[in-house]
């Protein structure tokens, strides 16, 4: 099932971005600056440079804009933890968990970070759902799969009770079988491998979650192919052609090429038929996001394979457009992520 947005008409224009607010275009732009000036020619990030420029923001035990948040470890010998969000209108029943990665090219950012704070904020308040938001691995200190390992190593936690020693609130709000996986950009990347090792496992191995959806924001795929959008939007922000490919290099194991199965997901190494287990998904698709057809082709895929999947497009969306509460796709988002998940 395909649903598309509202879009502006362009007049035949060729760009790489709509109109934006101007606030948006300055966080961009100086976000853009700020990653690429972090990226060394050795294959490595100066994680000190980053440091000065992503704002985060603490956990807070009394809720901020009707909810409550608190760091959760799981293991700290490896720094995965995740922010916990609680909506202050859950008092009593039970509601959906939303298990949420973060974008960022497998190499920047985190829960703490300060847009990924408050964009998980809004989902646990305009859904009622708890979030729990990932602070996985990063590349190119440990690259494919430790992001995924991590993810599932999440879900475990949960599934064994670890929520009830860790906040017993929470614990007694959530309901687990009716977990969502959620992420964006390399984010929406780690749901789909995440949800296959769940899956692989669906029959026996999990004792309370059960996975009932999956989301997938604007996923960073790709392939050796150079896709029509991403020839036309190679300059495009936060996602330019020479962005990605350095992070595919910095992310994938030493000497593997954009075709290995992590990357081009249903490419010629594509490993194996997919699991009976795995759950319906959305596919949120921008019009000006380059990695636009690696996501079509995503979807195609799926649906050729009988999943169900439902392809939700915005035609006038940047990438990480779900980020920015001030473009109306934004909050237009939220209202259909909300309707899937209910």
């Known amino acids: 099932?395909?649903?598309?947005?509202?879009?502006?008409?362009?007049?035949?224009?060729?760009?790489?971005?709509?109109?934006?607010?101007?606030?948006?275009?300055?966080?961009?732009?100086?976000?853009?600056?700020?990653?690429?000036?972090?990226?060394?020619?050795?294959?490595?990030?100066?994680?000190?440079?980053?440091?000065?420029?992503?704002?985060?923001?603490?956990?807070?035990?009394?809720?901020r804009h009707g909810v409550r948040t608190a760091d959760v470890p799981v293991d700290p010998s490896r720094d995965l933890w995740f922010r916990l969000f609680v909506p202050s209108s859950a008092s009593s029943g039970r509601i959906p968990v939303i298990v949420y990665f973060?974008?960022?090219?497998?190499?920047?950012?985190?829960?703490?970070?300060?847009?990924?704070?408050?964009?998980?904020?809004?989902?646990?308040?305009?859904?009622?759902?708890?979030?729990?938001?990932?602070?996985?691995?990063?590349?190119?200190?440990?690259?494919?799969?430790?992001?995924?390992?991590?993810?599932?190593?999440v879900l475990r936690f949960l599934d064994d009770g670890g929520l009830a020693s860790a906040d017993p609130t929470a614990a007694g709000l959530a309901d687990l079988s009716r977990c969502f996986l959620a992420g964006d950009s390399a984010g929406g990347n780690m749901v789909h491998h995440v949800a296959r090792r769940w899956a692989a496992d669906a029959a026996g191995g999990w004792k309370n979650l059960r996975l009932a959806g999956m989301v997938l924001i604007q996923p960073f795929f790709g392939g050796e192919e150079r896709t029509e959008s991403e020839n036309r939007l190679v300059a495009a922000p936060l996602v330019s052609v020479d962005r990605t490919d350095w992070l595919w290099r910095a992310f994938l194991p030493e000497g593997a090429d954009r075709d290995h199965e992590a990357a081009n997901v249903f490419g010629p190494r594509a490993d194996g038929e997919l699991e009976a287990a795995l759950p319906e998904a959305m596919v949120v698709v921008g019009g000006f996001d380059p990695l636009q057809d690696w996501q079509r082709r995503y979807y195609e895929c799926m649906t050729e394979r009988g999943k169900a999947v439902r392809l939700l497009e915005y035609p006038d969306a940047i990438h990480a457009f779900y980020v920015f509460p001030e473009l109306k796709q934004s909050a237009a988002f939220i209202d259909e992520l909300k309707a899937f998940i209910k």
């Open 1 to 63: 099932m395909t649903q598309k947005a509202s879009s502006l008409a362009s007049g035949g224009r060729s760009l790489t971005s709509p109109p934006l607010p101007w606030t948006t275009r300055l966080y961009i732009a100086l976000l853009s600056v700020v990653t690429d000036g972090a990226r060394r020619s050795n294959g490595t990030i100066n994680r000190c440079l980053l440091s000065f420029f992503d704002a985060r923001s603490s956990a807070s035990a009394k809720p």
């Open 102 to 153: 973060h974008g960022g090219g497998f190499a920047y950012l985190s829960p703490a970070s300060r847009a990924y704070d408050a964009f998980c904020r809004r989902i646990c308040r305009k859904i009622n759902a708890l979030v729990v938001s990932v602070n996985y691995r990063l590349a190119p200190e440990h690259r494919y799969p430790a992001p995924y390992e991590d993810g599932v190593d």
